[in-house]
């Protein structure tokens, strides 16, 4: 188990030996890893809440063959962003507005494989050629479950890194991976939790998730900040299920609130 996971931090490494990009676009890659924690939901819904603050914001669908980002802002997309990576559409054209101010979509496509392209980083370049456009504030990138080649390419190009998870054991075991992983190669990941019912759990989660890096001696110059945790809310899955969004059809329940106060805190760290 160890071993795999120090080659998965070896590959990253390699992964992060990128080309400069000069542009105001901060690139916010949400993951998490297990599945089914929310993070499609909440990546969504904090675009709104970014957009609030006067950001202009994109969203990546980079849960590659299984992209549902499109349910999310209620549309029928007509271009991918594999439209572009096989050449069939250009850079803008993938670029979709939605029903929301100031937020833009590049959709994936459930089901799609692309394997007979063998470039190693033909994802993370379609992340840099959107922030090359310097036309957002904010790239958020809503990358697939797990640790998979796929989703170490995004985080490789990614300024900053928030990993969503609940307290199940499953889910803090596969957070410790990506941690792990990550700190070798990052400056810091944030944390946030869902569905748990006070902060103070994720608060105390987080410091035991600190506390075991450093008894394995993980790099001491990386920072684990947690940054808030989401209440369990029927809202959030009936709005889903309904192509809305829970932060803007109950921007007064206590979900929407905690959401809020995690993007709050990120504007004030990507603004530092």
Known sequence: MLNSIS???????NLTKKKYIKTK?????????????GKSTMTANMAYLFSL???KVAVLDADIGLANMQILFNLKPKVTLFDYMENKAKIKDII?????SNISLIAGKSGHTFAHINSSDIYSRVVCDIAELNEFDILLIDTGAGLNEHVQEFLSVSDEIV???????????????????????KKR???VFNQTTNYKIGEAITK????????????????????GNVIPDLNISTTGRLRKLFAKEFAGSGSALDLDKIVHNLVKEISC
């Open 7 to 13: 080659s998965q931090a070896s590959k990253l490494i």
């Open 163 to 185: 990993a969503l998870t609940t307290p199940d054991p499953s889910a803090l075991t596969d957070v410790y991976a990506l941690l792990k992983m990550l700190s070798s190669s």
């Open 53 to 55: 603050y006067g950001k």
């Open 208 to 227: 035991s998730l600190k506390d075991l890096a450093l008894k394995n001696r993980l790099n001491k110059n990386f920072m684990v900040k947690y940054i």
């Open 96 to 100: 979709l507005s939605t029903p929301y």
């Open 189 to 191: 990941l944030f944390l």
């Open 25 to 37: 676009t901060k690139i916010i890659a949400v993951t998490s890893g297990k599945g089914g924690v």
